[in-house]
């Protein structure tokens, strides 16, 4: 146990865990979410502690990282790697080995069983507990330590699971079954957890409908956008630039579709593509981009600075967010706030998110793609109706600190009803 001071009841300052088993902090939705909300239920007063697996986050001052070590089996340079012996410390790792040897995705389980681990030592360090989508067996325990739990889901993995299995082929489809199996265990868990968050009605109407979450228990809580790095810039954007940003190897980010829209625009045209995002080494995302011959037309970029991002999105002619679906979309959202034209897809959350400050293309149409860029980009005037139109959404409807205090309101929620018992935490 901590020596943390015991505060006083009613309206006092929150002592927030938050649970987050991977956190990448430029190109990854969950650690971008954490980085900000964290910061935000801080500067409102309330102690805050951010438990992780790798990749970690990039916190601002305020909230505290308690980092919980996975054997990291994913990292970038060296995927599906296998751990020296002398790595293994417990079961867990063991577990989380044989998962991955398995073909299973191992993260979400194993993280939770190192996090219940933790909280067990400090259970009267915290008035609740914040899932940042991990939705595994060990959240149940953590319940069942007596810290209420609010859970943020930005879209069920099941659509991730149904676009993937559909453009599988053979035996790519079996393995993809196994990776994805952890989507029963979160729609299980999520039944349970009591409040569930997202940022969007169309995600609720996904997590209903994938999840079967009790209606009453979802509630929408729009994401925001930092306005101090997100913004427009006195810079002169760079002429035929299109910015994207995005997981370049995950299918339902679209990014083939914008690799070919762009082979037909830069065969008519002068145009250069940044991805931010990396590509496996010899992977699908790779090897198209080779079959295209886009050469140095298009680069992808990874590693870079929150500030280099916000000076990149600022400094594009145009940005694009060319996924087959979207439970939110911070990027669009910072493209929209950097003034930067936006093109991106028709479908989940993206036309909600936007309204009428982007162009809505057919997810993964490349000719309609290709034809919008092309049009914009013979359309200064198009361009600044857009921009305008983005810049005033953004201060319509998009804040961290509104985000932060109507998080902290589902907080007080889930205390207040683990108060009055396990009927109340779940009605």
């Known amino acids: ?12 300052p929150l002592r927030v865990a938050m649970l987050s088993y991977r956190s990448k902090p430029h190109c990854g ?89 933790a909280l067990r030592e400090r259970v009267d360090d915290f008035d609740v507990v914040h899932d ?14 007596g810290l209420p739990m609010v859970t943020s889901i930005h879209h069920p993995i099941s659509v991730d699971r149904r676009i993937e299995l559909a453009e599988a082929r053979r035996f790519a489809k079996i393995t993809k079954r196994r990776w994805y199996s952890f989507v029963r265990m979160q729609a299980k868990v999520a039944r349970k957890v009591g409040i569930v968050m997202t940022g969007s009605e169309s995600s609720r109407d ?30 002169t954007r760079v002429k035929g630039s299109i910015v994207a940003v995005a997981s370049a190897d995950s299918p339902v980010k ?23 995002g990396k ?13 295209l011959s886009l050469g140095e037309k298009v680069r992808f970029v990874t590693g870079i600075s929150d500030q280099e991002l916000a000076e990149l999105v600022a400094s594009s002619e145009i940005a694009v967010v060319p996924s087959l679906y979207e439970g939110f979309s911070l990027p669009a959202v910072e493209h929209m706030a950097s003034g930067t034209p936006l093109i991106a897809s028709r479908t989940g959350a993206l036309p909600e998110v936007t309204g009428d400050a982007a162009v809505l293309v057919t997810p993964g149409d490349a000719e309609e793609l290709a034809a919008a860029i092309a049009r914009l980009q013979d359309s200064p005037r198009e361009r600044a109706q857009l921009s305008d ?39």
């Open 132 to 145: 940042n989508q991990v939705l595994a067996y060990g959240n149940l325990s953590i319940g069942e330590l």
């Open 254 to 276: 679209g990014v083939p579709t914008l690799l070919r829209a762009f082979a037909k625009l830069a065969t008519e045209r002068d145009a250069t593509l940044t991805i931010v």
């Open 389 to 427: 139109k983005a810049l005033v959404r953004i201060q319509e409807r998009f804040a961290w600190s509104a985000v932060a205090r109507a998080t902290v309101e589902q907080y007080r929620i889930a205390i207040a009803q683990a108060a009055k018992g396990p009927a109340s935490a779940h009605s």
């Open 206 to 235: 996904d997590i209903l409908r994938d999840f079967k979450v009790p209606q009453e228990n979802v509630k929408v809580i729009p994401l925001g956008v930092d306005t101090r790095l997100f913004r427009p810039r006195q810079l």
């Open 1 to 12: 146990m901590s020596d943390l001071p015991v505060p006083p009841p009613d309206d006092r």
């Open 279 to 291: 590509p496996a080494p010899g992977g699908p995302t790779e090897k198209l981009a080779g079959e």
């Open 29 to 117: 939705g969950q650690g971008i979410y954490l980085r900000h909300v964290s910061r935000e239920v801080a500067a409102l007063g309330h102690h805050v502690e951010v438990y992780s697996g790798q990749p970690y986050p990039e916190l601002e001052p305020g909230p505290l990282l308690r980092t919980l070590p996975s054997l990291d089996l994913y990292r970038d340079e060296d995927p599906f790697r296998t751990p020296h012996p002398r790595e293994i410390r417990d079961w867990i790792d063991l577990l989380e080995v044989a998962m991955m040897w398995t073909a299973a995705f191992p993260e979400p389980l194993t993280f939770s069983l190192r996090a219940v681990r």
